[in-house]
Structures are given as C-alpha cells and as structure tokens.
C-alpha cells in the first residue's frame, strides 16, 4: 500500500472523466498531486463544482498549463519539488468526430494523439533522468486508460457491440493500439536498467458513459474485472468508476497483482 506522505501523482487528461475521477479522490485523501492541462481554469472550475474545497486544491494541487505533446510541458508535470513523481494516471484521447465514410465513419480530432502522447511522455522522462539522475531515483508507476476491443486474446466485447466497436470505432482503436505497443514495448525491454517505470497497468474500459463527476458511478467494488487472458465482458462503465479503481488499486495498493496486465474492467 502505497504512504500519501511520501507518494505524489502527475495525472495527465485531467479535465476527462476517468482521470478527473481519480483526481478528485487523490486530493480527498491528501496526495499531493500534479495535472497538465491546456486551460487551467477549466480543471479548477470542475474541481470546484464537484464539492472539493479550495483549500484542498490550494495544498495538494499544482497545475501546470501545458500540452501533453510538448516534451517541456510534460517534463514540468512530472517533477513535483524538483522529484520525479510517484504514479502516473493517463486518460489522455482525442475526442471522437464524424465523417462522411462508410467505412471510418468515426475518426479523432487528432487521430495520432495517444501514440504522440506515449512518444512524448517517454522523451520526457529519459530527459529528465539523463538531466538529474537523483531526481529520478525511485522510478514512477503508470496506468493509462485505454479501450476494450483491442485485445490480441479472447474477445472482450459483447456480440451486440462488436460491428460498433471493430468497425465504426475502428480509428479510434488503431491510436489506442499504437499507444498501448509503445508502452508495452518499453517494459519489454530485457534490461530493467533501461526501463524509465517500475510498472505499467493498462486499464481497458468498456464503453464510457457518464461526465465529470466523481459521485456518478456504482463503486468500483461492483466492478467486474478481467485480463486480456481472462477479459471481463460487459457493455458500459461510468467513467467516475474507472478512475475510482485506478486510484483504489494503483495509486493506493501500488498496482499490486495488475501491475504489467492489460486489465478489462466493466459493470
């Protein structure tokens, strides 16, 4: 179980459903915390509507305004008093656009945008452990959220939902595959001296439902989850429970036995 005294977290997407959830429940519980967002005054505004105090938000939050592309930017949100941070939540993703294809007739605002990200985050963390290797001394932990419909296993979506998912969704899912590789990857590399984080979780989410508020969901105890060997098969998932079990067993319990699994969660 992880000590808030001494973990801090760097979440990235915070302005989305699944991290914001698990924001919020980081700063209830006292972690100290760091975000990157475009516009900061939109993350505080959601903060604030969800109940947090500002006084909260005041000792344990510091935003850094920024681009998750922008190897500078990424490179600020994760030092937090000059250390590299503990955890790393990601629910970074584009954001879905119709197109006239029968074909691919959903596509992203940026379609590129998960694996750019990965790119990024990876360029940003070699430099800072190549910069300041005593800033880097414990290597951070990271859950990324990504999507069911991907798996190289069993299927993990229902059969009502598959021509939704494997078609219709299908440009979607190409960025959601290059980025979970290049993640994937880098821990598969055969010297832990090369690897820049201790451990990966992948949490691949059924279909999101649900917006910004940490209160929405059923629990994340009432949560069926499964592996990509194992899948948990459902249709839909409050994204408030999704970042409600990030912070529960990554952030609290270390990631503990999903540490290096890409995990299946739904209702």
């Known amino acids: 179980m992880s000590d808030k005294s ?49 006084e909260t938000l005041d000792q344990h939050l510091t935003i850094v305004q920024g681009d998750a592309t922008n190897v500078e930017d990424v490179k600020r949100a994760l030092l937090l008093d000059g250390k590299l941070v503990s955890f790393i ?47 880097a001394a414990t290597k951070p932990l990271l859950a990324y959220v990504s999507t069911t419909g991907i798996s190289n296993g069993p299927e993990d979506v229902p059969f009502w939902f598959r021509f939704l998912y494997h078609i219709v969704l299908a440009v979607p899912h190409v960025d ?20 820049l984080l201790r451990g990966v979780v992948g949490v691949r989410a059924s279909l999101l439902t649900g917006g910004i508020d940490y209160k929405s969901g059923k629990g994340w105890k009432t949560l069926r989850v499964g592996t990509e060997e194992k899948p948990a098969v459902g249709y839909t998932i409050a994204r408030a429970d999704v970042g409600e079990w990030i912070f529960e067993e990554v952030v609290k319990e270390d990631g503990g036995e999903w540490v290096g699994n890409s995990v299946t969660l739904t209702s």
């Open 89 to 135: 939540v990601s629910g970074l993703g584009g954001k879905p656009v119709l197109q006239k294809s029968l074909r691919t007739p959903v596509t992203l605002d940026n379609p590129h945008i998960g694996a750019i990200y990965a790119e990024t985050f990876l360029n940003a963390l070699r430099e800072i452990c190549a910069e300041n290797p005593s800033a």
């Open 6 to 54: 001494n973990s801090t977290i760097a979440i990235f997407g915070a302005t989305g459903g699944c991290a914001n959830a698990t924001l919020v429940r980081s700063l209830l519980a006292g972690y100290d915390v760091s975000a990157l967002a475009r516009t900061p005054a939109k993350l505080t505004s959601q903060l604030l509507a969800q109940g947090l105090p500002q």
């Open 176 to 195: 959601k595959r290059k980025m979970e590789s290049i993640f994937m990857s880098h821990m598969a590399q055969p010297e832990a001296s090369e690897r």
